[in-house]
């Protein structure tokens, strides 16, 4: 990984002013800029430190928040691993409710929602359950998912109830 370099203090005050300046602050930093005397060649040098100074900050900055991406991911997935298995520990055990220490563990039922198989043959769905695209029929899951848990009969349909999680609160 980079360092950073041994900038001046005039060096160092410049870039600061660079990195929060917007508008008219980047207007009177231009003209500051301009106002430095030197050959080209003398401006270029003096700029060229800033501009390393930049680009080392820059692959820090990428390095730093491409680690914390992984460390992030990372941890949403033991959190999902261990939620599974306190899910799956509570659904052995039919346990509903723990008061734990930390937090209450409950464990919820996943949202109902109609099952319909790959081979379903649409045509046998009533009509307030269609929505008839050109050449398709597809059925409007909501509407069958609310008829179901009416008590509504349809041939070939079924409830199929979602995977039981756990609210941590």
Same mark, same amino acid.
Do not use: W
């Given at each position: ?19 929060f300046?917007?508008?008219? /602050? ?6 500051? @800029? ?28 990428? /390095? ?34 723990? /008061?734990?220490? /930390? ?43 609310k008829?179901?848990?009416a ?15 756990? @609210?941590?609160?």
């Amino acid at each position: 990984m980079p360092t950073t370099l041994e900038l001046t203090e005039q060096h160092q005050q410049l870039l600061d002013e660079m990195y929060f300046a917007d508008g008219e /602050e980047l207007e009177l930093i231009k003209s500051r @800029l301009d106002a430095i005397k030197g050959t080209a060649e003398q401006r270029i040098n003096f700029f060229s430190s800033i501009l390393l100074e930049c680009k080392i900050n820059t692959q820090s900055r990428k /390095e730093q928040k491409d680690r914390a991406t992984k460390r992030h991911t990372t941890s949403v997935n033991a959190e999902t691993r261990i939620k599974t298995y306190i899910t799956e520990l509570m659904s052995e055990f039919n346990i509903k409710k723990v /008061e734990c220490d /930390e937090c209450t563990m409950t464990r919820q039922h996943g949202r109902a929602t109609a099952f319909i198989p790959e081979d379903f043959d649409y045509n046998l769905l009533p009509e307030q359950y269609k929505t008839i695209i050109p050449e398709q029929i597809k059925a409007n899951k909501n509407d069958i998912t609310k008829a179901l848990k009416a008590g509504e009969e349809i041939d070939g349909v079924s409830l199929l109830r979602g995977n039981d999680f756990v @609210l941590v609160r």
